[in-house]
């Protein structure tokens, strides 16, 4: 059983930074590739930034392009997303995500079957 536990969130005001990250156990997931995305009151949840097993591959949205910085430790079996100059259009619950293939590169267009979730950490940024 693979849990994601997300830690890493709050309120920030606007311009600011946060980091989070989200701890696997149950096993290694060295090699799934991992992401995060992101729900924003009264939206539907969207797609942030993935990273590939290897971490040598990475993605990200428009709005998380320049500004957020996925990373892995897989020695860890966590994962990070440092988010820089954050707007309050920023403001959501922010799950973290993993690939249930191996060997993959990104989660980008899995099916939201196809993962394992976390319960979600929140980020307030404040105007």
């Known amino acids: 059983q693979v849990q994601l ?3 890493g969130g709050g309120l920030v005001q606007a311009g600011g930074s946060l980091r989070l990250s989200c ?3 149950g096993r290694a997931l060295s090699h799934n590739a991992m992401g995060w995305f992101r729900q924003a009151p009264g939206k539907e949840r969207e797609f942030v930034a993935t990273i590939s097993w290897s971490g040598i591959n990475t993605y990200y949205s428009d709005p998380a392009t320049g500004r957020f910085t996925i990373s892995r430790d897989n020695a860890k ?3 990070y997303l440092q988010m820089n100059n954050l707007k309050p259009d920023d403001t959501a619950v ?4 993993a ?3 191996s060997e993959s590169t ?5 099916l939201p079957a196809n993962l394992y979730w976390g319960q979600g950490t929140r980020v307030t940024v404040s105007s």
Not at 94 to 97: Q, S, V
Not at 106 to 110: D, G, K, P, R, Y
């Open 77 to 79: 079996n966590t994962m």
């Open 23 to 25: 701890a696997a156990s």
């Open 5 to 7: 536990v997300e830690s």
């Open 106 to 110: 990104s989660i980008v267009q899995a």
């Open 94 to 97: 922010y799950y973290c995500a």
């Open 99 to 101: 690939s249930r293939s």
